[in-house]
């Protein structure tokens, strides 16, 4: 025991000598026969130490009753994908421009860099669930054997303690875009359709080491309080390889592990000559997917679960953004009710996908969204 905290004692438990003699005194001066039966109690005294403070637990943030929150992605670095704008001033100009609050804002973070609290912290006391995307991309040798290995115990641990205290409830989107082949976490790329290099030799190598890696990263999250967080699993509309192994939902980590479910999907327009990529509208992106219907058999295989578009935009090249816009939160409302939450990709990167690339564009984005559909608050405050 400290010493502080050996004085304190001997402090207190004197103070409760004196006290008692006291009362052996007063008892003698009323009654000196009953003070022979007045017995002498020493209580020991300890001192507690003062309560450490915890997270305090969230509810997974649940869907809205009806219709679906509002979303755009947010520079959380400030840099020229947003117009080197402030954190305040993107979330300012979306409510000066459309009129409308914003639910939910998506950011991004690689595995490695440090959980960004100050700004994440930001953008939730402007009343904005942040939405993370934290990938395991960014380090040279990292992929998912390295994570269920443990070498990233400790940083994941520390991340989930800052992701703990942000003072805010937020989704929290780990490794999306998996039934890919551009991301170090990509099934394709840890071990893909082999079945005899990891776990299960009935299940394919690259999905059941994906769901390992979910679990055990999740279970890190757990032990450390982060609470307030509700996980999305986010596959891609498409997946590369097209195989049947690749299909998004051999990557489901399980009802346990997840809160919602996201997809991500973009029209890519005439933008990509490498690939010759084609306009699209949001049923092609969403629900055609090289011939399948990613969308809405996701939506069948996983029955009890909010589903969310968490990336998504149109480009200006080759068709009518503005028209696109239009159709897609029309779609959305009327065929997809369990869309829970939509979330434009607002960002000028490998084409300009952000809402007001053309007056006409933002001017549709105005218009669809402006009904009592489109929920702009999430009551999480």
Known sequence: MPRARVQSAITLLLLV?????????????ADPQAAAFVPLVLVQATVQPAPTATPTPSPVIPAPERGAYVGVAVDLYESSDSGDMTIEE?????????????????????F?????????????????????????????????????????DEYIARWARDAALVGSPMFLSFGHEMNGDWYAHAGA???????????????????????????YVHDILQR???????WVFCPNCDSLPKATWNE??????????????????????????????????????????????????????????????????????GGDKAAWISDAYGRIQTDYGRIGAVIWFNLDKETDWRI??????????????????????????
């Open 17 to 29: 000598v004196l006290v008692a003699r006291l009362g052996v005194f007063l008892s003698e001066a």
């Open 90 to 110: 993107q979330v300012g100009w979306y409510r000066g421009s459309i009129g409308r609050d914003l639910a939910i804002g998506l950011v991004y973070a690689d």
């Open 112 to 152: 490695g860099m440090p959980f960004q609290s100050s700004r994440i912290r930001r953008l939730a006391a402007l009343n904005v669930v942040p939405m993370v995307t934290w990938d395991p991309v960014g380090v040279e040798g990292l992929d998912l054997q390295s994570i269920l290995s443990g070498e990233w």
């Open 189 to 215: 790329l840890n071990g893909g359709g082999e079945t005899t290099g990891f776990g299960d030799p009935s299940e394919p190598d690259g999905p059941e080491r994906y769901v390992a890696a979910w679990r």
């Open 224 to 230: 450390e309080g982060a609470t307030n967080v509700s």
């Open 248 to 317: 998004p939902i051999n990557y489901y980590p399980g009802a346990d592990y997840v809160d919602w479910v996201g997809l991500d999907g973009y029209n890519w327009g005439t933008t990509q000559t490498a690939w010759a990529s084609q306009w699209q509208n949001f049923e092609q992106v969403f629900d055609h997917s090289w011939g399948g219907r990613t969308l809405s058999t996701l939506l069948a295989q996983i029955p009890d679960k909010p589903f969310m578009i968490a990336e998504f935009a149109s480009a200006e090249q």
């Open 356 to 381: 007001n690339s053309s007056e006409s564009s933002l001017q549709a984005y105005v218009d669809a969204i402006a009904g009592s559909y489109w929920v702009d608050c999430v009551p999480v405050w």
